[in-house]
């Protein structure tokens, strides 16, 4: 009977919390379709656009402790796997097998690095690869970190470490420019920001 109390709870409480991010997500889901409208001619656009929005998403959901690290790092993975795959042309296959292993790894920097060193000396031989598999494994730590994080500002942070981090990546053989990912992150914070803004006024 205790146990049933407990699970309700537990259930009402989450409720609450999805409740409470909801026009958050959707929010930030409206700002990037229409950045992706403004930039529908940019592919590699469309995709940093699509981090944006999902790393946000994740965030938005773990500034509420509405989840935990199993279900960021499924988000986390969920929304890399056709970015990535699609940016450094590695087959599918491949692709979803480095992923499922990281999805099975226990929820600890020990068995991530583990993982990971595992999977570079199978792909030893692709660099490319071998930089993915480094990426993953990075932001797996980081968003393990960021789970346990009880200051918000501690938490901004690290989420501008991330973004940069893909920003760097993307902009790594110049093409697109820097610049170019920095002035479209800026639309899509003033985006998020405006739609915030417009909300205060009614209420």
């Not at 699609?86 to 920097?109: H, K, M, P, W």
């Not at 660099?127 to 500002?153: P, Q």
């Amino acid at each position: 009977m205790k146990t049933d109390k407990y699970e309700m709870e537990t259930f009402d409480r989450f409720k609450k919390e999805q409740e409470m991010i909801k026009p958050k997500i959707e929010t930030i889901n409206s700002v990037a379709e229409k950045l992706k409208q403004k930039y529908s001619d940019y592919e590699v656009l469309l995709s940093f656009i699509d981090h944006l929005a999902s790393t946000e998403r994740i965030f938005v959901s773990v500034e509420t402790g509405s989840v935990d690290f199993k279900t960021v790092k499924k988000n986390f993975l969920d929304a890399e796997t056709e970015l990535i795959s699609n940016q450094l042309g590695i087959n599918r296959n491949v692709f979803d097998g480095i992923i499922e292993q990281f999805r099975n790894a226990n929820d600890s920097v020990a068995d991530i690095i583990m993982v990971a060193d595992t999977l570079k000396r199978q792909y030893s031989d692709d660099k490319k690869i071998v930089g993915f598999i480094e990426y993953i494994k990075k932001a797996l730590i980081e968003f393990l970190d960021i789970v346990n994080t009880d200051n918000v500002s501690n938490l901004v942070n690290k989420k501008i470490i991330i973004i940069e981090r893909k920003m760097d990546e993307l902009s790594a053989d110049g093409d697109p420019e820097k610049n170019l990912l920095i002035n479209v992150y800026n639309e899509f914070k003033q985006g998020l920001l405006s739609v915030k803004k417009k909300i205060e006024k009614k209420q």
